[in-house]
């Protein structure tokens, strides 16, 4: 070991031994959230429970900007088979109507209202519209998930299916998944825990709740993970440090293997930068 490495050993070990010490520090902690987040009981449960008691389904889904809406009327070439972004001002344009402003309405009441204004030109005209592209209204997934971000609401989604659409991982705590129902008043706000273990492994559904546009679903990591993320962040200083160290010293053990190997064959020894 040359002058240079036998320098750095001390430094290094007193860097390892601080480390161990925070790591023992973020461990307690953990260990005390973990008792928390156990004997956490959320009265809120019921507010997010009585979404099963209303029929929400993508036939009561409202477009807004810039949804995408796909029009079929058999007898009425001007508009059949007509794909429509819904512009910024929350209108439609079609041909033989001109604007038509559906910003806020169902797809059941654009059909009704495109088929009084086709009324003037055509008898009992029959119109069906459905949303093709849910672009509007969203909610949010964070999280230990694939899928981070932003996911289209389509007026029927539950908590499986966002769990299932964004991706867990082996970092991901899916037995306390934290809903939360944000609000501008604060008395409004709703949290829930939900145990979404419990629900794959024993099939009871009743905590499956119905996600509402604006939801934010958080899936925490397991304890075990949140320390590993935590020394991580401990490490994250001086980890360029630790590789400009360690690095170096790898290539040159590697290299000092091979020269013997090629030695004990009967190779000449290759030279080393330096070395001359």
Not at 17 to 33: D, E, H, P
Request: neutral net charge.
């Amino acid at each position: 070991m040359d002058a240079h490495r036998a320098q750095s050993v001390p430094t290094i070990r007193a860097f390892r031994g601080g480390a161990r010490r925070s790591a023992v520090r973020v461990s307690g902690l953990a260990l005390a959230l973990l008792a928390i987040g156990c004997s956490h009981r959320n009265e809120d449960i019921l507010d997010f429970l009585q979404a099963h008691e209303h029929e929400v389904s993508a036939i009561e889904y409202r477009v807004g900007v810039p949804d995408y809406l796909g029009i079929s009327a058999p007898r009425i070439l001007e508009i059949d088979g007509e794909t429509q972004r819904i512009q910024p001002d929350g209108k439609i344009n079609l041909r033989l109507l001109g604007e038509v402003k559906v910003s806020g309405m169902t797809a059941k009441e654009i059909a009704a209202k495109l088929e009084v204004l086709l009324s003037k030109y055509y008898n009992d005209p029959k119109v069906s519209v459905r949303i093709v592209g849910y672009n509007s209204r969203k909610y949010y997934v964070f999280g230990q998930v694939g899928g981070v971000g932003p996911h289209a609401y389509t007026g029927r989604d539950t908590l499986l299916d966002a769990i299932a659409r964004s991706g867990v991982t082996f970092l991901s705590w899916t037995s306390q998944v934290k809903v939360i129902r944000p609000s501008p008043f604060s008395k409004e706000r709703r949290e829930i825990i939900v145990d979404v273990d419990r629900m794959i492994q024993t099939g009871d559904v009743s905590a499956n709740i119905l996600i509402e546009p604006d939801d934010i679903i958080y899936v925490p990591p397991t304890p075990l993970a949140w320390i590993g993320l935590r020394i991580r962040e401990v490490l994250f200083p001086v980890a360029p440090v630790l590789d400009a160290y360690t690095t170096p010293a790898a290539v040159m053990d590697a290299s000092d293997e091979y020269n013997e190997d090629d030695n004990d064959h009967g190779s000449p020894r290759r030279l080393r930068p330096g070395s001359f």
